[in-house]
């Protein structure tokens, strides 16, 4: 007679199943997982964008970027301190050399011209004054010279008049000698007239020459405030694109304060901006391709501004062809600058992943293509095509160009077709 299992003794033996089917499970899904770390992470092949390294020149260049500005501005400030008074454009507008862009109140700026006017006048009467004063002293004086020339000539008749009686016995030698010492005394004071109205004549001219000059630099002064009442109308200094105006009617302006600015739109220009690193490789002169979504425009480097700010050192550079229609004010572009040239150079394609030369992780196809291995290589010079490799790869290897960042973690990758 079969004899009854206790219910402890079944449920133990349903455990120790249960435990040993759980173990074998674990044991295959540690399998599974090792064989996928072995086998390393799968991408398409399609999804990569691949490149050989080849040995070839190599056009070593500058990448920077750069926004596109009118080739030439004008910035319009405020003459004097007042405030707007009337808006006649708006930003956007185009303008014409001359047309009127606002009115700032210039009543303040009017009665100082007017008050320069007067003293102005007060300045004209005040030379024509010391120019009667100078005349009449010099007429004076030529007078003194023509009464004192009339009277040495008395005199040097007297003294012939003496000698010829002296020798013929009828005078004296004692009037002789008094006749002939009044002439000589004539003579010296005729002299010393003549020197006076030269010296006065020279005096009368400085005095003049500067009360004129003071005048001079009078009008100039006077000029420049009827410039500021003229320029107060704000016209503009020329044809354009309005660009930017000061439009809040009653708005105070300092003297010197930006109201608007008037810009030629049919020129343009690049203004850069060049890491402070690559500074020593950029020269005015350096040939540039100024790159504009697919576009290319050739230019050259024409200022590079002395200082830094923030690690960046501002460029221009002036366009062969200025007027391009792909060209819009503010449009953001790709620079590549020229420094070099080598003959032969080991390369690979340009790809998104270059940041500049460095070490980097690379992915590189093995013998025979279905597997990627990373590597570290080492990248130098570059340009908007290539990439100088300085170690890492042989001539002929297969390199992802691609943005492999999300890939980082693995050593290698299998490659599906």
Known sequence: ???????????????????????????????????????????????????????????????????????????????????????????????????????LDLKTAEADYSKLLGERRIK??????????????????????????????????????ERRLDSLGSGTGERVRQTETAYSTGVLELEQLRASLANERLRCRASEDIQRQALANFDQDLAIMKQKLDEGRIPAP????????????????????KVAVVSDLSHFKIEGEVPESSSNRTGIGADVIVRIGSAELKGRVTNISPQSKAGIIPISIALDDASNPRLRSGLRTELYISYGYKDKALRIPAGPFFKGPGVYDLFVADGDGGMLRKRKVRLGDSNRNYIEVLNGLAQGDRVVVSDMEEFQKSNKLKLKK
């Open 124 to 161: 004209q009467n005040e030379i024509t004054q010391l120019q009667l004063a100078n005349s009449t002293r010099q007429s004076e004086l030529a007078m003194q010279i023509k009464v004192k020339e009339m009277d040495v000539n008395r005199l040097a008749i007297e003294v012939d008049n």
């Open 1 to 103: 007679m079969d004899r009854k299992i206790d219910k402890k003794q079944i449920r133990k033996e349903a455990r120790l199943r249960y435990a040993k089917i759980g173990i074998a499970v674990a044991c295959t899904a540690a399998a599974i997982l090792s064989l996928s770390l072995l086998s390393g992470k799968s991408v398409y092949e399609r999804d990569l964008s691949f490149g050989i390294a080849d040995i070839g020149p190599l056009e070593t260049t500058v990448a920077a970027t750069g926004r596109v500005v009118p080739a030439f501005e004008e910035i319009i400030n405020s003459p004097v301190d007042t405030r707007i008074v009337a808006v006649y454009a708006q930003p956007g507008d185009s303008v014409k050399a001359g047309t009127p862009l606002l009115l």
């Open 238 to 257: 020329h044809s354009g694109i309005l660009s930017f105006i000061s439009n809040e009617i009653g708005s105070r302006v300092a003297a010197g304060q």
